[in-house]
């Protein structure tokens, strides 16, 4: 029987490898603006961009962060690298120059108003907040470990009065724009290729919707493969995945591997 491996080595053009940024590429960081990805894994991917049907990068973070501490940019072999952030509302290809500017939704703008005087009032005014245009990202990490547990029912509740969905991450909580989510991303890249091989890796909840992408996709005849890059913090993918890396430094070694097939 042909192993997931070499069905992508007989058919390379036919494979998706599609990644998650934080966590998966880049190192949790206790600053969000230094997460930079793992020289190791750009590397690999520019290898395998030339050689592959589709390499993209599925993140919760907007296009331009990921551009930022990506290092992509003019990268050797990435030349047709698709960036799909901010769980898919937003889209870059390489070919496209700078990402477009954001346009603020006004249920973000009202809740930027209101945070800091409603964190304040819940004993969360030392959180920080990062704006990303279509979502408010609210960070605990490094202060009461369970400040994030407190905060995660009221900011639903304040979730739902604005119509904005909610991501819990590691040591976070999205409050974002509604309708788009990595699974259906995946998907849509998935059909605009007609991808016959699909590798995901992630390892958070955000990515859980990519996992089941990944699932359903194979439950229709295609080749599908999930990697977890595991942590502490999150175990939620481990039981779901075929393989499980340590990290982001797992991760840049299976690249380079596979990167080594071709």
């Given at each position: 029987m042909t192993t997931f491996r070499e069905a992508v080595v007989n058919d390379p053009a036919g494979t998706l490898l599609a990644l998650d940024f934080d966590g998966t590429l880049a190192h949790i960081v206790d600053d969000p603006t230094q997460a930079y990805a793992h020289e190791r894994s750009v590397a690999a991917l520019g290898?395998?961009?030339?050689?592959?049907g589709q390499v993209a990068i599925i993140t919760?973070?907007?296009?331009?962060?990921?551009?930022?501490?990506?290092?992509?940019?003019?990268?050797?072999?990435?030349?047709?690298?698709?960036?799909?952030?901010?769980?898919?509302?937003?889209?870059?290809?390489?070919?496209?120059?700078?990402?477009?500017?954001?346009?603020?939704?006004?249920?973000?703008?009202?809740?930027?108003?209101?945070?800091?005087?409603?964190?304040?009032?819940?004993?969360?005014?030392?959180?920080?907040?990062e704006d990303k245009g279509l979502a408010v990202a609210i960070h605990t990490r490094g202060l009461d470990p369970d400040l994030l547990a407190k905060l995660a029912g009221p900011l639903s509740?304040?979730?739902?009065?604005?119509?904005?969905?909610?991501?819990?991450?590691?040591?976070?909580?999205?409050?974002?724009?509604?309708g788009v989510d990595k699974g259906s991303a995946l998907k849509a890249l998935v059909d605009e290729m007609n991808a016959q091989h699909v590798i995901f890796a992630g390892d958070d909840l955000g990515d859980v919707p990519a996992f089941?992408?990944?699932?359903?996709?194979?439950?229709?005849?295609?080749?599908?493969?999930?990697?977890?890059?595991?942590?502490?913090?999150?175990?939620a993918l481990v039981s779901r995945a075929d393989v499980v890396l340590n990290g982001p430094d797992e991760i840049a070694a299976w690249l380079e591997e596979l990167a080594d097939e071709f």
């Open positions: 290898r395998l961009g030339p050689v592959l919760g973070r907007p296009v331009e962060q990921a551009l930022e501490l990506g290092g992509f940019v003019g990268f050797a072999g990435l030349d047709r690298l698709i960036i799909l952030g901010q769980y898919g509302a937003e889209r870059w290809n390489a070919g496209d120059g700078a990402p477009a500017p954001i346009e603020r939704p006004v249920a973000i703008a009202r809740l930027l108003e209101r945070l800091p005087g409603w964190l304040a009032e819940r004993g969360g005014d030392n959180v920080r907040l509740e304040l979730a739902a009065e604005l119509d904005l969905a909610v991501e819990p991450g590691r040591q976070v909580i999205e409050l974002r724009v509604a089941d992408a990944v699932d359903e996709l194979r439950r229709s005849g295609l080749d599908g493969l999930l990697i977890c890059s595991a942590s502490s913090e999150q175990d």
